[in-house]
């Protein structure tokens, strides 16, 4: 039996108790979260493309390419080229990124070689995937500053230790114009304009530049610098990737396998992609608490496509856990507790973990916080400090100000009156979350007599000194 076949094994016997207790859950966890590190190179090859295969939307020209492609690279003694491109456009990451990452980690541990492209030369065009407009360039600093901070939130996720790094700038800024001629002659324009995304802005008369026309010829060309075997990416960049394809015959290589990821709907349930700018996203640099809360808040029909996206579990682990939700055994609260400490333990690790879940359930198993143990702030010593900084500094609830700003952004940042009737919850937006936090209260409590907390995500405060 594989290493992977073990611990499946023993899963199974896990899967099986009761997954509303503690116990159980904190050894499933253990288990599950030990196969983030597994080594799976004494898979043979069918069943690696298989595992691959399993989390994605397309491996094209098919599955048993891939393992035909596998089994070519070990008979020399070498494992597959992956490559993935980032473009590092912004500074938080949330969970719908890491998913990319879950698979390369399963490559690496596979046996095969990644690549991930630093897109420094293509962030400067832009990708118009999906966009109704241009897409505002980046400076070097911008490039930068975001790389940076991508690194460190997507850690928990993939071993950097293990991965080869290359700037597309090093290849691309070089490329001469006669060059660039003599390869778009043997480029149809019809094959760029198959894009759904150019067709509609062209209709609406929105406008296209010819830099955005030319982004698949440059994400392409990454793939001819580097003779990759494999090329991950979105499903949305599906067109991008096939250029990649198209670039490699052109010159004479081998083409690349396109894998395609899923695109991981929001936690708001409302179909749309998780993303920031519709704040239905989770965070990788949330607190474990606000993590935690946020995986809670999600419709039950997003965990068999979570379980997916950001497990190791298999597909025969999530259909058994899920027909025993059907079967009404396990509840689907509890199905959700594992998933949202399957990613804490993830991102902080089980301690982290088992503690969210405790605070969760102490919290919300309550019809009111007084019988929950809560921290204190006295208003006569901190009132004159903004929600942010009390937040920040005297709670350590949030790692800064500017941290605290942003639950606040994302409607996570409430005062609660709770009175013998029951409570009230006022969201605190940015401009009040930066007011004196006495006189936001005393303003909002107007001559009530109420008991009053400060509720940032998950996480609760009693304020006194009113």
């Known amino acids: 039996m594989t290493r992977l076949g073990d611990s499946v094994a023993r899963a199974s016997a896990l899967l099986a108790q009761d997954l509303s207790t503690d116990s159980a859950v904190e050894q499933l966890l253990t288990e599950t979260k030990a196969r ?38 070990q008979a020399e003694g070498k494992g597959l080229h992956i490559k993935l491109g980032i473009d590092p456009t912004a500074t938080d990451v949330h969970l719908g990124h890491a998913v990319p990452l879950i ?14 492209i630093i897109g420094d030369f293509t962030a400067k065009i832009g990708d118009p995937t999906g966009r109704t407009a241009e897409r505002p360039p980046l400076t070097d600093e911008d490039i930068a500053r975001n790389l940076a901070s991508y690194r460190e939130q997507v850690r928990p996720f993939f071993d950097f230790d293990r991965v080869s790094f290359r700037q597309n700038s090093e290849w691309l800024a070089p490329y001469t114009f006669p060059e660039l001629l003599g390869l778009l002659a043997q480029v149809p324009v019809s ?4 894009r759904e ?41 599906l067109l991008n990737l096939q250029m990649g394809r198209k670039l490699m015959e052109v010159h004479g290589q081998k083409p690349q396998l396109v894998v395609t990821m899923p695109l991981i709907e929001g936690t708001d349930g ?3 992609k998780m993303s920031k700018s519709k704040g239905n996203y989770v965070g990788l640099s949330a607190p474990a608490d ?6 809670m808040s999600v419709p039950d029909r997003l965990m068999e496509p979570y379980l997916k996206a950001w497990t190791e579990w298999t597909d025969a682990e999530i259909a058994l856990v899920l027909s025993r939700v059907e079967e009404k055994s396990l509840h689907p609260m509890d199905l959700k507790k594992i998933l949202a400490g399957e990613v804490v333990a993830a991102l902080y690790g089980m301690e982290a973990a088992m503690a969210a879940r405790a605070g969760f359930v ?46 606040a952004k994302q409607n996570g940042l409430r005062l609660v009156f709770e009175t ?15 007011r004196p936090l006495g006189e936001v209260a005393r303003e909002l409590l107007a001559g009530r007599e109420a008991t009053v907390y400060l509720k940032a995500g998950r996480k609760i405060a009693e304020l006194r000194g009113l």
């Open 290 to 295: 606000d993590v935690f809360g946020k995986i």
């Open 420 to 434: 013998a009737e029951g409570q009230e919850a006022v969201a605190l937006p940015e401009a009040e979350a930066i």
């Open 270 to 272: 409302t179909g749309a």
């Open 36 to 73: 983030r590190y597994l080594d799976l190179s004494d898979l043979p090859p069918k069943d690696q493309a298989e595992l691959i295969a399993s989390r994605t939307v397309e491996v094209l020209p098919g599955v048993a390419k891939l393992a035909e492609r596998i089994e070519a690279r």
């Open 191 to 194: 094959q760029l304009l198959q």
């Open 197 to 237: 995304d150019f067709r509609n802005r062209l209709a609406a008369g929105s406008g296209l530049t010819m830099t955005e026309m030319l982004y698949p010829i440059a994400q392409g060309l990454d793939s001819v610098a580097l003779d990759c075997d494999v090329e991950l990416g979105g499903a949305d960049q």
């Open 362 to 407: 102490a919290q919300f198993s309550k019809k009111n916080f007084t019988d929950v143990e809560t921290p204190v702030v006295d208003l006569s010593e901190h009132g004159e400090e903004p929600a942010t900084a009390v937040l920040s500094k005297v709670l350590g609830f949030q790692p800064s100000a500017s941290a605290a700003r942003r639950v």
């Open 103 to 116: 698979i390369l980690s399963r490559f690496q541990r596979l046996g095969h070689d990644v690549t991930l």
